[in-house]
């Protein structure tokens, strides 16, 4: 009982305004993201002054008396944002947080539960209306202001899901008083009911909702669950899964096997899909690449196509950026969650108090001779909450319609010449 109840107190301390030890702490801190900011980002004035940016900072040292340890946090988070690009953030990775027990993707605007513990399983599907009173326009639009790794609109809706159930931010931002505990009202089949979730700091996620399905390409060749290949079964169509990256020695070994492979059998369509793909080396996809080219049996001309997704990002976005130009791939999905021309090349310091990671750009890259906010596909394929309740993976599945089509064409063209 004596355990439950330190157990408690320690994690409540953040609900309550900071001590003048506290706020020594959090002036050193501060002083040091400050300073790293500006001794490592590359450009960190690139959409806000410097006098700004120095003017934010002596704000939130001035306030920090009469602020929680989570409103602090949560102010750093919206400044970092403000600095406006993808790979400088304040992520929290150093803080160990309480979490309810959903997880959420942003569909049109609305807020969905795609992933749950078994015990709250009736929640998949359901769309989450407020929490403890607060509109979900109203939670979506607070989240966006600080929300890390955002670089546009598509990202942004990504990371404003994944942030919502942590308990501590929901606090930061005047959502929920009680981190232990909040009233989410969800309605599912035209059906409104309020549940009262309790956060925890490990939630067990044993029920998600996907548009993947398994049994359309099966594994021949892999390095794990998130990079391998599998071919049709008439071996005339190869996809390669791409949904983590390795070390440029392991993809040298898997895509000299895929090259052997589409030597072997003679394969004429290729998909890399992209989604789902949080980034990494881009090296390790233009190696792949480097072997792709070497396959003759190829359709170089329309046989390549490339799969993308809201969250694509970094390094992905920058491969499916290369491979549309060093493969002739089409693109077929959704915008990415990355801009093709932006500050990459992530970097990290640790704030010596808090121990809070802070990240910044190290490089700018421009993958594209345009400015627009995302790599935009050739084929726009959105997804929507219909295909996560129903497995229903309808940009794979065009693409696959795509193939059949043109195998159809060719087959008449092939007739009428040797008739």
Known sequence: MKKLLFLTLLYSLDLFAMTESDTGRWVKDIDTYSAGILLHHIDPFHSVSKDYFETEIKNVKRG???KTENEVVVELMRLTNEINDGHTSFPLWGRLL????????????????VKSTDDQAYLLGARLNSIDGISSSEIIKKFSEITPFSENEYSTMTRVAEYIPKAEVLNGLGIIS??????FVFELSNKTATYRLTSSQSPKFGQNLTYRQKNIFIPYKKIDSDLWFGPSADNKTVYVNFRRYTSISKMENLAEDLLDFINTHNSKNLIIDLRDNYGGNFFVGLKLAQFLVLADSINWKSGVYVLI???????AMSNAAQFSQLLNAKLVGEPTGAMPSGYQD???????????????????????????????????????????????????EWVLNDIAGSKADYNKAFQRTNR
């Open 64 to 66: 920090l008396s009469g």
């Open 178 to 183: 009680n981190i232990h505990e909040a009233d």
């Open 98 to 113: 309480n979490s309810f027990p959903v997880g959420l993707k942003v569909f049109n605007g609305n807020i969905y539960c």
């Open 346 to 396: 992530m970097g990290q310091f640790k704030l010596p108090n808090s121990k809070l990671d802070v990240t910044y750009s190290k490089r700018l890259y421009h993958f594209t001779k345009d400015d627009k906010d995302a790599l935009y596909p050739d084929v726009l394929i959105e997804h929507s909450i219909s295909e996560y309740i129903g497995n229903n993976d309808r940009q794979l």
């Open 309 to 315: 997704d809201n969250v694509t990002f970094s390094a």
